[in-house]
């Protein structure tokens, strides 16, 4: 673990390696576990704000959770998250034939939202926890993403440079050239 900033970063995502491979779990984050995607309270704002222009991306499964839950949910434990289709899949997910995609993501790839998709989808397989004085940015290691973990190691990508674009989303380009220092540090 190393301190950048006010977060304390596991060095696991310089050391392991991570490419998502969606033509070998066909999406199954979007699907499987037993909570929705994490939101943070600017993110469901955001979700109520955009649901009329999701919607017809949307399965009729997703839409109908979605308007019997809200746009976003509290779970057990409190937490904010995206709504459930029957304690399983992603309110929002589509498919694209059986690989499970994100309805929100498809929406902002066609122009008709600015908002990608929340942070924790995108930053996954990083989850970051918040704390008073900090935030802990760990690598999550899930078995449906072994396939992930085996095309990162063949194309020797490290989970932060899959994921840059979302800590920098996350905690800005500044933080993200110091990490990139450290990654190079530790490479010594």
């Known amino acids: 673990m190393f301190q950048l900033g ?74 904010l998250e995206t709504p459930l289709i029957d304690n399983a899949a992603c309110a929002y997910v589509i498919y694209d034939g059986k690989t499970a995609l994100c309805g929100i993501e498809q929406a902002y790839n066609q122009g008709e939202v600015t908002f990608k998709k929340p942070v924790s989808c995108h930053l996954y397989p990083i989850r970051v926890k918040d704390f008073t004085e900090f935030f802990a940015v760990n690598y999550d290691k899930w078995e449906i993403c072994d396939d992930a973990c085996s095309l990162g190691k063949e194309l020797e990508v490290p989970v932060y440079k899959f994921v840059k674009e979302a800590l920098i989303r996350r905690f800005g380009e500044d933080w993200y050239i110091e990490l990139e220092k450290v990654a190079e540090e530790l490479k010594k």
Do not use: H, M
């Open 6 to 79: 006010k977060t304390i970063v596991s060095e696991d995502i310089l050391e392991k390696e991570f490419v998502c491979n969606l033509s070998a779990c066909k999406g199954a984050c979007c699907v499987d576990g037993d909570a929705g995607a994490p939101l943070n309270e600017a993110e469901t704002k955001i979700l109520e704000e955009i649901y009329p222009k999701l919607k017809p991306f949307l399965r009729k499964e997703g839409i109908a959770a979605i308007e019997a839950q809200g746009t976003w949910t509290k779970g057990t434990d409190g937490d």
